[in-house]
C-alpha cells in the first residue's frame, strides 16, 4: 500500500512538472529588444510572419517570411523539400534554436506558436509587440 502510494505521489509530481514546463513553453514570448537582439547575432533565426498576403504587402520586418496563420499548420508538416520550394528556406527543424512567429499585435503570434509547440518546435516563441511595435519604434 505504501509502495502505491509512493508511486503515485511521483506520477502527480511528474505530470504537474510535465504540465508546467508546457505551459511555460506554450506561452513563450518575446519583446522588441530580444527580437533586435536575435537578428543582429542569429544567423539561424527564422521569423515567420502569419498576417495575411495582404497585410504584409504594406510592410514587413526585415528578413520575415510570410506564413498566413491559416497555413501555419500545414507548413510546419509539409516535406522539407516542398517547404523550401514554396518558402524559399529551408524547414526549421523540431528544435531550431530560434524560431519566433508574429503578427500585426499578437493574438495571431500566440496561436501560431501554441501550434508549433503542438507539433513539437520545442523553442517557437512569439514576438509580442507584432508588426505593429516595429513599424512605430523602429520607422519601417
Known amino acids: 500500500m505504501i ?3 509512493y508511486f503515485s505521489h511521483r506520477l502527480r509530481q511528474h505530470l504537474h512538472r510535465q ?14 529588444e530580444d527580437l ?3 537578428m543582429g547575432k542569429k544567423q539561424d533565426l527564422i521569423l ?8 504584409v504587402a504594406k510592410g514587413q520586418i526585415p528578413g520575415s517570411i510570410n506564413i498566413p496563420l491559416d497555413t501555419v499548420e500545414a507548413a510546419l508538416i509539409m516535406h522539407p523539400e516542398d517547404f523550401k520550394a514554396k518558402y524559399g528556406i529551408n524547414k ?7 524560431l519566433v512567429f508574429h503578427c500585426q499585435m499578437g493574438k495571431r503570434g500566440v496561436a501560431a506558436t501554441s501550434k508549433a509547440h503542438e507539433l513539437g518546435y520545442i523553442n ?13 519604434k ?3
Do not use: F, Q
Not at 48 to 55: A, C, G, K, N, P
Not at 92 to 98: G, I, N, Q, R, S
Open 36 to 38: 533586435k537582439e536575435l
Open 48 to 55: 515567420i510572419d502569419v498576417r495575411t498576403r495582404e497585410e
Open 124 to 136: 517557437a516563441c512569439n514576438y509580442t509587440g507584432g508588426y505593429k511595435e516595429w513599424s512605430e
Open 92 to 98: 526549421p527543424p523540431l528544435d531550431a534554436p530560434e
Open 3 to 5: 509502495t502505491i502510494r
Open 19 to 32: 504540465l508546467h514546463t508546457t505551459t511555460r513553453m506554450a506561452n513563450k514570448e518575446i519583446s522588441l
Open 138 to 140: 523602429e520607422g519601417k
